[in-house]
Every structure is written in structure tokens, then in C-alpha cells.
Nanobody, 125 residues
Framework: QVQLVESGGGLVQAGGSLRLSCTAS????????MGWFRQAPGKEREFVAA????????AYADSVKGRFTISRDNAKNTVILQMNSLKPEDTAVYYC??????????????????WGQGTQVTVSS
């Protein structure tokens, strides 16, 4: 079992920045990919960014490319999502997730077995 806890959400004006953090505990001795997803009211949960175990491979949704950066520190079992140039359409609950048994930066929601509780990000115009 893996437990994931997100932090760092909040309210920010358009054009501003936020830094989300996700810390894992439990089965952290195994290699796993990490991802960030988000869900806005009335919409499905969508992929945002992913990173593989080594950190050498990353993937981003087209809507966040060039603005968001995902990174990880395996010594601290932490993954970071740095969000810059935020837009009102980035408003959502952001979730981190863990996927075991893969060397890739996984972009498919159904391949993630463990999820955090989510953190709210609100971008005002």
C-alpha cells in the first residue's frame, strides 16, 4: 500500500505561480511512476503531468506544456508540480497518483493504482 498526501494548493491571480507537493509513504522501496491529474467541477479527471522513477522521462498535457514542470526527489519520496503563468482554466482539484510496474511516465489515468486526497487550486481572473 502507498499513501499519498498533496499540499500547496490555494488561491492565486492569473499569471501567478503555485507549487504543489506530493509525499508518498508505505511501499516506497519499489520503483513507481508519479503523475498529476486534475478535475474541475462537472468535468472528468484529466491528465496533467507525469514522471518516471528515475526522473529522466516526463510527459505533459498540451494545455500545460511550457507552464508546468514536474520533478521528483526519491530520497524524500516527493514529487513536485511547479505551476507558472496560471490561467483561470487551471482551476481544479489537483490529485497526485502512483503507478507501479512501469519504467515510463504514465499518462493514462487507469494505470494509476494509488491516489491522494486532492488539493484545490483556484486561479482568479
Amino acid at each position: 500500500q502507498v499513501q499519498l498526501v498533496e499540499s500547496g494548493g490555494g488561491l492565486v491571480q492569473a499569471g501567478g505561480s503555485l507549487r504543489l507537493s506530493c509525499t508518498a509513504s508505505g511501499r516506497t522501496y519499489s520503483s513507481y511512476a508519479m503523475g498529476w491529474f486534475r478535475q474541475a467541477p462537472g468535468k472528468e479527471r484529466e491528465f496533467v503531468a507525469a514522471i518516471n522513477w528515475s526522473g529522466g522521462s516526463t510527459a505533459y498535457a498540451d494545455s500545460v506544456k511550457g507552464r508546468f514542470t514536474i520533478s521528483r526527489d526519491n530520497a524524500k519520496n516527493t514529487v513536485i508540480l511547479q505551476m507558472n503563468s496560471l490561467k483561470p482554466e487551471d482551476t481544479a482539484v489537483y490529485y497526485c497518483a502512483a503507478s507501479f510496474g512501469t519504467a515510463a511516465a504514465v499518462t493514462t489515468r487507469t494505470r494509476y493504482s494509488y491516489w491522494g486526497q486532492g488539493t484545490q487550486v483556484t486561479v482568479s481572473s
